[in-house]
């Protein structure tokens, strides 16, 4: 007669998820869900509205900063040429009493972008309040 081996099987791991304390968690958060949904009160929300926009400027003030670094200030139609140290006495110059105008600096894109935060800080200092970029897309 042939020994016969015992091969060692002792208990086997199952390889299958418990469901029942799975269940058990949904059923208390279900029931958690169900007695505070009533408890919350609708709240209402106050929207924007178009008459609460800031007002259109009257008049733009745009200053182009051009490949070699030359300033021209353009407004109403007429160009002016201006330094560094003096864009922000024209730009002055320009507004005048007009609290609602806007100014807008473009630069062409090889102009060191140090160029363009001197001529803003210069406005800044000058107390110009609304100081805008030209933003264009590429063609």
């Known amino acids: 007669m042939p020994a016969v081996s015992s091969r060692g099987r002792g208990r086997r791991t199952i390889a299958e998820i418990n469901m029942v304390p799975f269940i058990d ?3 208390v958060l279900l029931i958690i869900f169900m007695v505070t949904a ?3 009160t609708p709240s209402v929300v106050d929207l924007p509205s178009v008459g609460k926009a800031a007002k259109q400027p009257d008049k733009v003030i ?3 900063i051009q490949k070699d670094e030359r300033l021209e ?3 109403d139609g007429k160009t002016d ?3 560094l140290p003096s864009v922000a006495a024209s730009v002055k110059r320009l507004v005048g009493d007009e609290q609602n105008t806007a100014v807008v600096i473009s630069a062409d894109r090889t102009v060191k972008y140090e160029t363009v935060v ?3 800080d210069s406005l800044q200092r ?3 309040a609304r100081v805008g970029l ?3 897309l590429a063609p």
Do not use: F, R
Request: hydrophobic share 60%; no cysteine; net charge neutral.
């Open 25 to 27: 968690v949904m059923l």
């Open 38 to 40: 009533p408890m919350i």
């Open 62 to 64: 745009q200053i182009v």
């Open 73 to 75: 200030l353009v407004s």
């Open 81 to 83: 040429s201006a330094t």
């Open 118 to 120: 001197q001529v803003m």
């Open 126 to 128: 000058a107390g110009i």
């Open 134 to 136: 030209s933003v264009q």
